[in-house]
């Protein structure tokens, strides 16, 4: 059986960092996509970054080289490397990846940007 496996997230000042962590554990294949959308109160849920097989990636606009994704195929996770984050960062961070031809999703994890 397919599990997200997130970790990660939590409570940071501006300007500081945070790594998630999502997992496509009990999977034999491999994941065809993995990453990450986010959603705000009273926001509608936006991606912030996937990555595919091919090692392409893809980032929301509002990026702006800020965070940087990764993966470890052997272990069939993904890793998502925020830094000078700002308030507006402030979310719930879902984390999702495709195998098979199955969307999978986390159950998302909180990101607070705050002094």
């Known amino acids: 059986q397919v599990q997200v496996v997130e970790s990660g997230g939590g409570l940071v000042q501006p300007g500081g960092s945070l790594r998630l962590s999502c997992a496509a554990s009990?999977?034999?294949?491999?994941?065809?996509?993995m990453g990450w959308y986010r959603q705000a109160p009273g926001k509608e849920r936006e991606l912030v970054a996937r990555?595919?097989?091919?090692?392409?990636?893809n980032y929301g606009d509002f990026v702006k080289g800020r965070f940087t994704i990764s993966r470890d195929y052997d272990k069939n996770t993904a890793y998502l490397q925020m830094n000078s984050l700002k308030p507006e960062d402030t979310a719930v961070y879902y984390c999702?990846?495709?195998?098979?031809?199955?969307?999978?999703w986390g159950q998302g994890t909180q990101v607070t940007v705050s002094s």
């Open positions: 009990g999977s034999r294949f491999s994941a065809y996509v």
């Open positions: 990555i595919f097989n091919s090692r392409s990636t």
């Open positions: 999702f990846f495709r195998v098979s031809g199955v969307d999978y």
